[in-house]
């Protein structure tokens, strides 16, 4: 037995949680499945994760027993959809160790960053201000800055990384200057795995009064996340990311502008006062979340926050962290393959191998049930810096194993052999 498939914590120890892969794993219906007549191996999570049945369930059993208008109806049952929803906002509240006060239902990462940039950048960015990004960042956390520097005419600046996937944090702390107004960088990059020194980042920023933001679609997947000791001003994240449904998602807004931002979006739900003369917003979340809500998106947010209470983390990551090395181990022997991005990291590994594009390497895996990414990523600029087109990515949840490990391992080798 591999030592990392052991329980983590003594059978009988009271209150202990415990990891067993294989039972985490028999909680995702998905993970049961063949393709192309092979199990399934799925190593694309930093896509979308599967959703276990407890997810499944919770938002099965809102829809039977408790759907109805959210913060809308005085009848019963608006109130049960409501008091499920804004439960929701309090699990996700702590997971990030935030005040639900300050979380703000979106639809996602891309959805929270782009209200950011609309937002904060309509607030901050002058002519000639600055806005600080990131070399690894995904399209998300670089589009938006880009597109809000140009309406409100500031600029774009993209702080460089090392030559082993690293942010390189004197580089960036060079870029920031006082014209920085917003800094906006990745938790984890989705190519590489690097994990980015937020609080360092954040206290560069501080030092010239510049808000930062943060990314955190790969994050709380794998890593705790504390929003108030980390000390950013914005945090993005994606329940897809993290067993939950697509299409949900929260934005942590420290409370210093929860209020004071103006909203992205106007409509129902955010508002205090309306007529064509005068209109005024509410405070608090809400008034960043206009229009009739995703309550199932949000449930199911909920109850994948309680799932990945329900095991021990730091066991599952050095279970993931052993399957990441065990494919980085195994690719350094396949001749060819090369591996990139830096020594640690979360558990997300990007690979080429030499002559044979990305896309066909990944359809020799997809022929063995292997689902990995193969692409750029949504980071072209990363791709720009690594000097190639696309990469193949293996990305690890805690329901992998490390025959799975092996079955990604036998097809680059196979795909090797077909294109030599
Ligand atoms: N940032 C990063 C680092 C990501 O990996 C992703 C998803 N691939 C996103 C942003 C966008 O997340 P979503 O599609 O859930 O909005």
């Given at each position: 037995?591999?030592?990392?498939r052991?329980p983590s914590?003594?059978?009988?120890?009271?209150?202990?949680?415990a990891f067993?892969?294989?039972?985490?794993?028999a909680q995702?219906?998905?993970l049961?499945?063949?393709?192309h007549?092979?199990?399934l191996?799925?190593?694309?999570?930093a896509?979308t994760?599967q959703r276990?049945?407890?997810v499944?369930d919770s938002v099965?059993?809102?829809?039977?027993?408790?759907?109805g208008?959210?913060s809308?109806?005085?009848?019963?049952l608006?109130?049960?959809?409501?008091?499920?929803?804004?439960?929701?906002?309090?699990?996700?509240?702590?997971?990030?160790n935030?005040?639900?006060?300050?979380i703000?239902?979106?639809?996602?990462v891309t959805?929270?960053?782009?209200?950011?940039?609309?937002?904060?950048g309509?607030?901050?960015?002058?002519?000639g201000d600055e806005v600080?990004v990131?070399?690894?960042e995904?399209?998300?956390?670089?589009?938006?800055w880009?597109q809000?520097c140009l309406?409100?005419?500031?600029v774009?600046?993209?702080a460089?990384?090392?030559?082993?996937?690293?942010?390189?944090?004197?580089a960036?702390?060079?870029m920031?200057?006082?014209?920085?107004r917003?800094?906006?960088?990745?938790?984890?990059s989705?190519?590489l795995?690097?994990?980015?020194?937020?609080?360092?980042?954040?206290?560069i920023?501080r030092?010239v009064?510049?808000?930062v933001?943060v990314?955190?679609?790969q994050?709380?997947g794998h890593?705790p996340?504390?929003?108030?000791?980390?000390?950013?001003?914005f945090?993005?994240?994606?329940?897809h990311?993290?067993f939950g449904?697509a299409?949900a998602?929260?934005?942590?807004m420290?409370p210093r502008w929860v209020?004071?931002?103006?909203?992205a979006?106007?409509?129902?739900g955010?508002?205090e006062?309306?007529?064509?003369?005068?209109?005024?917003?509410i405070?608090?979340p809400?008034?960043?979340?206009?229009?009739t809500p995703?309550?199932?998106?949000a449930?199911g947010l909920?109850?994948?926050?309680?799932?990945?209470g329900?095991?021990?983390?730091?066991?599952a990551r050095?279970?993931?962290?052993s399957l990441r090395?065990?494919i980085?181990?195994?690719?350094?022997?396949?001749?060819?393959?090369?591996v990139y991005?830096p020594a640690?990291?979360?558990?997300?590994?990007?690979?080429?191998?030499?002559?044979v594009h990305?896309?066909?390497?990944?359809?020799?895996?997809?022929?063995?049930?292997?689902?990995v990414r193969?692409g750029?990523m949504?980071a072209?600029?990363l791709?720009?810096r690594l000097?190639?087109?696309?990469?193949t990515r293996a990305?690890?949840?805690?329901?992998?194993t490390?025959?799975e490990?092996?079955a990604l391992?036998?097809g680059?080798?196979?795909?090797?052999?077909i294109?030599?």
């Amino acid at each position: 037995m591999n030592p990392a498939r052991k329980p983590s914590t003594a059978p009988g120890s009271p209150g202990a949680l415990a990891f067993d892969p294989e039972a985490i794993r028999a909680q995702f219906p998905m993970l049961g499945a063949t393709m192309h007549g092979k199990p399934l191996v799925y190593l694309d999570n930093a896509a979308t994760t599967q959703r276990p049945r407890a997810v499944i369930d919770s938002v099965v059993e809102h829809w039977s027993t408790t759907n109805g208008p959210v913060s809308r109806g005085v009848h019963a049952l608006g109130s049960l959809a409501t008091e499920k929803y804004e439960s929701a906002r309090t699990a996700a509240a702590s997971l990030l160790n935030a005040e639900p006060e300050f979380i703000v239902f979106t639809k996602g990462v891309t959805d929270g960053l782009n209200l950011v940039a609309r937002s904060l950048g309509d607030e901050l960015l002058g002519e000639g201000d600055e806005v600080v990004v990131t070399e690894l960042e995904h399209h998300s956390n670089f589009l938006p800055w880009r597109q809000a520097c140009l309406r409100r005419g500031a600029v774009l600046r993209v702080a460089p990384i090392t030559d082993s996937g690293e942010l390189d944090l004197d580089a960036l702390r060079a870029m920031v200057n006082g014209r920085t107004r917003i800094v906006a960088v990745t938790h984890v990059s989705n190519v590489l795995g690097t994990v980015v020194p937020v609080s360092e980042i954040v206290s560069i920023a501080r030092g010239v009064g510049a808000a930062v933001v943060v990314d955190g679609a790969q994050a709380p997947g794998h890593l705790p996340v504390d929003v108030q000791r980390l000390g950013c001003d914005f945090y993005a994240i994606s329940a897809h990311k993290m067993f939950g449904p697509a299409g949900a998602g929260v934005l942590y807004m420290s409370p210093r502008w929860v209020d004071r931002l103006e909203p992205a979006q106007y409509g129902g739900g955010m508002v205090e006062l309306a007529s064509a003369e005068e209109s005024t917003w509410i405070t608090g979340p809400h008034r960043h979340e206009a229009g009739t809500p995703n309550t199932e998106g949000a449930v199911g947010l909920g109850a994948a926050v309680a799932f990945l209470g329900s095991f021990d983390r730091a066991a599952a990551r050095a279970h993931e962290r052993s399957l990441r090395d065990a494919i980085v181990a195994g690719l350094g022997q396949i001749p060819k393959a090369r591996v990139y991005g830096p020594a640690e990291g979360a558990p997300i590994v990007s690979f080429g191998l030499e002559g044979v594009h990305a896309h066909d390497l990944a359809t020799v895996l997809d022929a063995e049930g292997v689902a990995v990414r193969a692409g750029h990523m949504c980071a072209q600029p990363l791709m720009r810096r690594l000097g190639v087109p696309a990469l193949t990515r293996a990305s690890i949840a805690p329901y992998n194993t490390h025959a799975e490990v092996e079955a990604l391992l036998d097809g680059v080798r196979r795909a090797g052999q077909i294109f030599a």
